[in-house]
């Protein structure tokens, strides 16, 4: 009788036991399911509108286009360093011309007056040069004779004329303007073929 008793007091634990179980494992086997095989949080490709692609390119050609206007202006520069100072007048001279022939005598006349006065002051070493024409004219260093390397008379000439023209309002036509470049010319080729000052100032060698 015991034994019997044992016997089915073991199967009704036994029974609970694997009831137990198979509830675990069919609870847990959805969950597995869920985050392992199921593909319903996938979510779909987001697109990008055909819009979109213009502006990448755009925004592509406007780097382009300012990595290039920068890299032309570095080129500008160092090219302006290498040039001497007469070749930096005569371009100068040569946009003055330009703006002769399309008449506008005030952009003319400050092109020409700072050509002049950047020439000189790097033809004769000094850092700037006078702002009127009048205290040119008065500074010791234009007398003789400097004045052989300068050409005074013609430089204070042309100041005039330029002076009149932006400041007097002097109506000169296209013809006047461009023969005053061309002096301005003759003056800065003058300049930079004369001897130098000190040169100047010594007396000739007779052999």
Known sequence: MKSSKRRTLWSACTAVLGATAWAATSAASPAAGATGDDIRDIRPLILIPPWGHWVVL??????????????????????????????????????????????????????????????????????????TTSELAAVPWLAAPCDAVVDAPRLLDLLSTCDL?????????????????????????????????ASATQPPVTP
């Open 165 to 197: 023209t932006r400041f007097a309002m002097a109506r000169l036509d296209a013809d006047s303007l461009i023969a005053s470049t061309e002096t301005a010319r003759d003056w800065i080729t003058h300049l930079f073929a004369a001897p130098d000052k």
């Open 58 to 131: 755009a925004i592509a050609v406007g780097l382009v286009s300012a990595a290039a206007v920068a890299a032309f202006r570095l080129w500008r520069r160092r090219s302006a360093r290498r040039l001497t100072p007469e070749q930096k007048a005569r371009r100068a001279l040569d946009r003055a011309e330009a703006l002769a022939r399309e008449g506008r005598a005030r952009e003319w006349a400050a092109v020409v007056a700072e050509t002049l006065r950047t020439s000189l002051s790097a033809r004769l070493g000094q850092d700037a040069c006078p702002h």
